[in-house]
């Protein structure tokens, strides 16, 4: 089945540091890419989307480019703030279900 | 963006209880909706696909019979929780679906079973 595998967490960062989370997919077709971010006790919000193969996404400074050799859609800002502390999930679907399929979440702690 | 609410966004109820958690678009028309149960620092797992105007559809594992899902109308899904017990605490969450089938989501509701 479809699954989504994304770094553990709790990824603890200095504020402006680089950050990258990795996430690596596996589906039956051609998936849509998300990342979603949920901040403390809030809902998820989606950050950005790729629908196919070297589409890049790109939201609030982060990025994620859908790499199909490789299957991933590993989600980078190159300087974080404190405001960034959240949890953040990578995602897929494949068009005709559109059932969305999470990774495992990954927390990020930023410190000032 | 399109806005989804939740109510209650915090609940706490008796063991052998039900809850009814709404989950409403407030600014669009959604004919599918999605129910997501999410642990203590674990992912979200996918409950149900709730219909309007149909029966729901349950994943694997969930019981239909104690998570009672209704979708009487293009903006409002219900999820009930019957005879809730300890285990059934969770943070619940929904989400509606777009006509470009993006997934907005409702901030969630917290259900303690004391």
């Known amino acids: 089945g479809d699954s989504v595998t994304q770094m553990e967490g709790p990824v603890t960062l200095s504020e402006e540091a680089f950050l990258t989370i990795n996430c690596t997919y596996t589906?039956?077709?051609?998936?849509?890419l998300f990342w979603y971010v949920q901040y403390p006790g809030e809902g998820l919000q989606l950050l950005l989307k790729?629908?196919?193969?070297?589409d890049k996404g790109s939201n609030k400074g982060f990025e994620a480019t859908y790499r199909k050799e490789t299957t991933s859609f590993h989600l980078e800002k190159g300087s974080v703030q404190v405001s960034d502390s959240a949890v953040y999930f990578c995602a897929l679907n494949l068009a005709a279900g559109n059932k969305l399929t999470f990774g495992g979440g990954t927390r990020v702690l930023v410190k000032p | 963006g399109a806005v989804v609410s939740q109510h209650p966004s915090r609940v706490i109820c008796k063991s052998g209880t039900s809850v009814k958690i709404e989950c409403r678009s407030l600014?669009?028309?959604?004919?599918?909706m999605f129910w997501y149960r999410q642990f203590p620092k674990k992912s979200l797992m996918l409950m149900a696909t709730?219909?309007?105007?149909?029966?729901?559809?349950?994943e694997q594992g969930v019981e239909k019979d104690k998570f009672l899902i209704n979708h009487a109308s293009l903006t409002l899904s219900t999820l009930t929780v019957t005879s809730a017990h300890p285990e059934d605490s969770s943070f619940y969450i929904c989400?509606?679906?777009?006509?470009?089938?993006?997934?907005?989501f409702g901030p969630g509701t917290r259900l303690t079973v004391l």
């Open positions: 709730s219909n309007e105007g149909s029966k729901a559809t349950y």
């Open positions: 600014d669009f028309q959604a004919t599918t």
């Open positions: 790729a629908t196919k193969a070297d």
């Open positions: 589906a039956t077709g051609y998936p849509s």
């Open positions: 989400s509606a679906r777009v006509a470009s089938n993006e997934q907005f």
